[in-house]
């Protein structure tokens, strides 16, 4: 993710999302897709891929074309599964999305690691992919999740949950940790905690309410940006517009 930041002179990741298609439209957004991708690629690192596009356009059918043509570019695909289910389950789901080419995936923490999030971890270093931790959402009911207070087992202390989650992120040498960018007092805390060792993505960039000036300060690394590019009538210029404002922020 670093080189491919470094070759693009961005730190900006386009989240290919978009509104609900009745499935008999499913060729209309694969294009729309594709038109979107082609227009920002200058100007962005990597694509994050959810549901949005994996449901009406399946894993291996739609979704993987996709990640081919980003990889084109030169650009990293991150899948946004928040994988969060048994360990042979989890094991299941990232087999199937390294094989249709992603870099990484998203997982959520809250399933713990034995028989949890431990399986997808193999299958990530086996096959050199990446695993970013889900540490705190960028939505306004995220507080009653991941803002909740609780006992650490490991420490003996009430800590708010999204702090034991950054504590695992370094225990479990996650390869990222996503921190929503509405929240940049949150960054600013984990960051204290990662430091330079485990980068931060952050989701919610504009439509959301999340700015970039806030949220690099506060010490994130990756912007996580979607409707912003996607639902924009010139693409590439508000993907252009936002790669040289983030990049001036020192």
């Known amino acids: 993710m670093e080189q491919a930041a470094r070759d693009k002179e961005s730190n900006i990741i386009l989240a290919l999302d978009f509104p609900f298609e009745k499935p008999e439209n499913r060729e209309n957004l694969f294009s729309r897709a594709e038109r979107v991708l082609e227009a920002a690629h200058h100007y962005i690192c990597a694509v994050k891929f959810n549901h949005h596009l994996v449901l009406p356009l399946g894993t291996f059918d739609g979704v993987q ?28 789901i990232a087999e199937y999305y390294y094989a249709a ?25 086996r096959l050199q992919r990446g695993i970013i931790l889900l540490v705190y959402m960028s939505h306004k009911g995220a507080s009653e999740g991941y803002g909740q207070t609780i006992y650490d087992a490991e420490t003996g202390k009430k800590v708010p949950q999204y702090v034991s989650f950054a504590r695992k992120a370094l225990k479990w040498e996650a390869d990222g940790a996503v921190v929503g960018a509405t929240y940049p ?7 204290e905690i990662l430091g330079e060792t485990i980068p931060m993505y952050s989701p919610g960039i504009g439509a959301q309410g999340g700015e970039i000036k806030a949220a690099l300060k506060a010490g994130a690394r990756y912007l996580i940006v979607g409707r912003a590019i996607t639902l924009a009538e010139n693409p590439a ?12 922020i020192k």
């Open 185 to 191: 007092e949150k960054i600013r805390e984990v960051h």
């Open 101 to 125: 080419g992603f870099d990484a995936l998203i997982a959520n923490p809250f399933i713990g690691w034995e028989e949890g999030l431990k399986p997808i971890f193999e299958v990530a270093h």
């Open 237 to 248: 210029e508000s993907a252009k517009k936002i790669r040289e404002f983030a990049k001036d």
């Open 65 to 92: 074309k996709l990640v081919k043509e980003a990889h084109e570019m030169r650009l990293m695909t991150i899948m946004d599964c928040k994988v969060n289910d048994i360990g042979s389950t989890n094991q299941v």
